[in-house]
Nanobody, 125 residues
Framework: QVQLVESGGGLVQPGGSLRLSCAASGFTLDDYTLAWFRQAPGKEREAVSCIDSSSEPIYYTDSVKGRFTISRDNAKNTVYLQMNSLKPEDTALYYC??????????????????WGRGTQVTVSS
């Protein structure tokens, strides 16, 4: 059974850090472009960051540049999102996704085939 399972979310104060993980089972992530999306209440799902199959980050949304870092460990079949200097506007449900060479669709949900169920990140004092 193909699955992506996110973990690492939670409640954190502004300025704090979290590390999200997304572990795959039932398939190998090696050849996939991987991404983190987020969706806040009442808003559309947006791409936060993407990383290609050669472990090169290919996208960060402007609001997280310099604060978030995406990485992957193919040996562990896992993708990560290190989030530092968190802000209240980062509050959202965070999803990981895997896509087979999404190309120009790497920053939209349509570019991805497999999705996790999400992990909640809440930034509040």
């Amino acid at each position: 059974q193909v699955q992506l399972v996110e973990s690492g979310g939670g409640l954190v104060q502004p300025g704090g850090s979290l590390r999200l993980s997304c572990a795959a089972s039932g398939f190998t992530l090696d050849d996939y472009t991987l991404a983190w999306f987020r969706q806040a209440p009442g808003k559309e799902r947006e791409a936060v960051s993407c990383i290609d199959s050669s472990s090169e980050p290919i996208y960060y949304t402007d609001s997280v540049k310099g604060r978030f870092t995406i990485s992957r460990d193919n040996a562990k079949n896992t993708v990560y999102l290190q989030m530092n200097s968190l802000k209240p506007e980062d509050t959202a449900l965070y999803y990981c996704a895997a896509g087979d060479q999404p190309g120009p669709f790497a920053v939209v949900p349509e570019g991805y085939t497999y999705w996790g169920r999400g992990t909640q990140v809440t930034v509040s004092s």
